[in-house]
């Protein structure tokens, strides 16, 4: 058995889930004399003096000693075996999904070579990696791998273990791991908390040993405050979000305090920036929300939840502006303080996005938005198209929200969907198993990339769309299904069924509602969706008209995530406060449109313009990319899986 720490307590890891591989590397290079000879008398006499280290360092070395490692040895890597290491990915599914985008960010950003990216768990799992091909080729490379863990009682004093250990950043440079064989890495990690005080993760950058680089260290720390802000909104979607900053500009970006209220409005989860902000006031989770600031929350919450933003002093008399998180909660608030539903046709320009996480002011697609909550509410299926990153799952969750009941919102890709266990995951194999129908129970059920399904599974789903009933695995029992549906496709539905790959009953049980969402190159919106995205990286950039014309002109094969995702990059590399036509070029090359004709759509996207425009448009950038499909993906911020579909492969 060995130890691994989870949530302060000890957890005893069971010896058969873990195979042992020896960890190798010889190295000892940058190093203060004071350190080698703290090192030198560790390594001989197993103890050394105070003082010659950073605290933080001594105390873990000192944990080291205790756990009877010895500084000189070679460490004995762990790796979980395969099922436990899946079982581990689950418990940290949704973290996972919040870091991958950050952590692809975080290596564009990370400048030089010879390092590598990684994702621990809580505990010190590493659960993935991203690394360069320099990095690749070294010892450090092979033993942080993902599954491999990384306690101090395992790898002695190294970043991820510290921070695992004491819940706070952590840098470790050389000589300064307890390890002798680790001298030649340079380990910097930040938690990530989960806004309850406890941490949710660890993310980790690692390179060959250099100077201290607090550059780095910034950045890490930035990208765990970002993934942070994401899970927390992520995880109480079912509670009213609020975001604070002292200036109003600020809402909504990296620096913003998120606050999560409970259903009494007292406080369920604060981000780290929020406690910041509130710093005087102990103990903030459970205190109601008169305690922090000068206002009753229901004197509050009907213009909130209208998305206005107001400004509310805290009990210490400082003032900070406060919006509310345009999510499930704050939508059923809304619907009970009889506000105008956020989609309901808009009567003026100005009053038409009250919620101001999205920008819907192209006037077709504000069009088809308008009558969503008609739709909703006479529970007529909703059917979304478009190409990936068109803001299909954003709509699905609109039209959920529209509904106002607290109620469950169950997404499911259909991509993942097999004949085999199909009508085990969304039926269920009993009481103690619900499936997806009995999750979704009274809410919605949005069934992702829907024309993916196999045949065996359509014909499923359509007897119980059909009838309203289904049945368990294995059980006679017949079980109501009470669930709106909401569906979305990449491929148009027609073009799924010509090609014999989409049932007719199914496609006419979920067509309902139809909803076409356009690519963002034919969005008369692009300029206000790219100032809000810039907006929300930093406040204090603009895009000036040279670079909004860089964005007209470009095609966005990776539509919103390509456009997210360059926009944060372009707010990173700002040199000033405007960003012009030059800060953009380099990033968004224009990429006229016969160039593409030289590739050929992929068979799924044939016979639809604009799925074969998107299609080669991908096709060009892998080309772009010399093949290499990881940065073509960050680059078009789509997932791999996406680009080999447009490859056929
Ligand atoms: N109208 C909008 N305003 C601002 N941001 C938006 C809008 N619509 C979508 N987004 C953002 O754009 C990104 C892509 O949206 P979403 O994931 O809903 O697209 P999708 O079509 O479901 O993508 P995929 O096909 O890859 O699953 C998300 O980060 C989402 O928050």
Known sequence: MHPVMQGGEALQLPACLARRVRAGGDGMETQTTALMRARGMLETHGRFPGGALPPDIADSWLRSLEHGLDPAGRPEAMVLLPTAFEQARERSRDLIRFARPELELLYDQIAGSNFMIALGSPEGLVLETLSDSQFQQSEASRAVIAGSIWTE??????????????????????????FRTHGNIACISAPIFDGRGGMAGILDASSGITVRQQHTAALVQMSAANIENGL???????RLVLQFHPRPEYLGTLSSGMLVLDED?????????????????????????????????????????RGETLRVRDRFGSAVSMRCVANRAAFALAGRHGAAAPLAPARSQTERNLFKDVVVEDPDLWRQLAALPEAVARRVPISIMGE???????????????????????????????????????FGSGPGEPGLLARASGGTLYLDEVTELPPRAQAALARVLDTGEYRRSGSSETVRCDVHVVSSSCRPFDTAQS?????????????????NLPPLRRRSDIAPLARRLIAAANPELRLDDGALAIIAGHDWPGNLHELRARMSQAALLARGPTIGRDDLSDLVAARPFDDKDRHQACAGCSGTAWKEQQCRGIQLEVERSQGNIAETARRLGVSRTTIYKHLGR
């Open 388 to 426: 990936t990153g068109t803001g299909k799952e954003m709509v699905a969750r609109l039209a959920h929200a529209a509904a106002g009941k607290d109620r469950p919102f169950v997404a499911y890709d259909a991509r993942l969907a097999t004949e085999e266990d199909f009508a085990r995951v969304m």
């Open 499 to 515: 090609e014999g790959r989409f049932r007719a009953d199914l496609r006419h049980r979920l067509a309902g509602y139809a909803i």
């Open 265 to 305: 409005f007292s406080v369920h989860a604060i981000n780290r920036r929020g406690a910041l902000f509130l710093t005087g006031l102990p103990t903030l989770i459970g205190r109601g929300f008169p305690e922090i600031f000068d206002a009753r929350f229901e004197d509050l919450a009907c213009r909130l939840v």
């Open 232 to 238: 927390i909104r992520h995880r109480h979607d079912n």
């Open 153 to 178: 009682a395992v790898g002695g004093t190294n970043g991820m273990g510290l921070c695992a250990a004491t819940g706070r950043a952590a840098q470790v440079y050389g000589g300064e791991h307890f």
